[in-house]
């Protein structure tokens, strides 16, 4: 029998790399770097609050569905999990921003380099 974390390892690194991916994209934005300027020492805790917002919003699995079109109008619809799924997803979290946050440190941070002696 498989473990049922076995089977959420390629979610978890899905999930991951796509916060980390929209982390590095948003250091490509003026106004990020308008920020990053104004507040220096803010960056990190910039990273991390996009980390966290994107790790909670893809453990919980709140949805976001729009249909829409010229002719018709539309309508969004969310779907937020039930109080048990939401307590569940506490430990989604964890793994999810765990995980983003060392694939983003060990892809941003100069490697390790043995001192000389």
């Excluded at 978890?12 to 770097?33: D, E, G, H, M, R």
Aim: no cysteine; hydrophobic share 45%.
């Amino acid at each position: 029998m498989i473990p049922q974390d076995a089977t959420e390892v390629v979610p978890y690194l899905t999930t991951a790399a796509t916060i980390v991916y929209i982390q590095k994209w948003l250091k490509t934005k003026p106004a990020y770097a308008g920020f990053v300027k104004a507040f220096p020492a803010a960056d990190k805790w910039a990273h991390r609050f996009v980390g966290g917002v994107g790790a909670f919003i893809m453990a919980l699995g709140i949805h976001l569905t729009w249909n829409w079109s010229m002719d018709t109008g539309g309508a969004a619809h969310f779907t937020i999990p039930s109080l048990w799924s939401m307590i569940h997803g506490g430990s989604d979290w964890f793994k999810v921003y765990i995980l983003q946050h060392t694939i983003y440190e060990s892809t941003t941070r100069t490697p390790y380099t043995p001192p000389k002696g």
